[in-house]
């Protein structure tokens, strides 16, 4: 069993940055593969960005590529989202995700965190 929790949202203007971070609960972690996605009002929650358990292969949705940066960090037992030059369509709840092995659609993962609210304005 994998807990999630995330912080790091939070009201930005265009052209801003910000930084999400991801932190797990148990021994596992490190053997996990995570990702995030993100979901605005109405919307589906769509794929942002994934890497396996060693972090050397990422994936990004082609709306984020070149402006966020997916990372890890095995011994703080947290993944991270950084995310440059936002624009008001990245506004979103976004939620990050866990399970053994890579996917690039939600219902891939089985553990899943409550989300943080990142708002951008124009």
């Known amino acids: 069993q994998v807990q999630l929790v995330e912080s790091g949202g939070g009201l930005v203007q265009a052209g801003g940055s910000l930084r999400l971070s991801c932190v797990a609960s148990?021994?596992?972690?490190?053997?996990?593969?995570m990702a995030w996605f993100r979901q605005a009002p109405g919307k589906e929650r769509e794929f942002v960005a994934a890497?396996?358990?060693?972090?050397?292969?990422?994936h990004y949705a082609d709306s984020v590529e070149g402006r966020f940066t997916i990372s890890r960090d095995n011994a703080k037992n947290t993944v991270y989202l950084q995310m440059n030059s936002l624009k008001p369509e990245d506004t979103a709840v976004y939620h990050c995700?866990?399970?053994?092995?890579?996917?690039?659609?939600?219902?891939?993962?089985?553990?899943w965190g409550q989300g943080t609210q990142v708002t951008v304005s124009s």
């Open positions: 995700a866990a399970d053994a092995a890579l996917g690039l659609l939600y219902h891939n993962y089985r553990y």
């Open positions: 148990g021994r596992t972690f490190s053997s996990y593969a």
């Open positions: 890497l396996t358990w060693s972090g050397i292969t990422t």
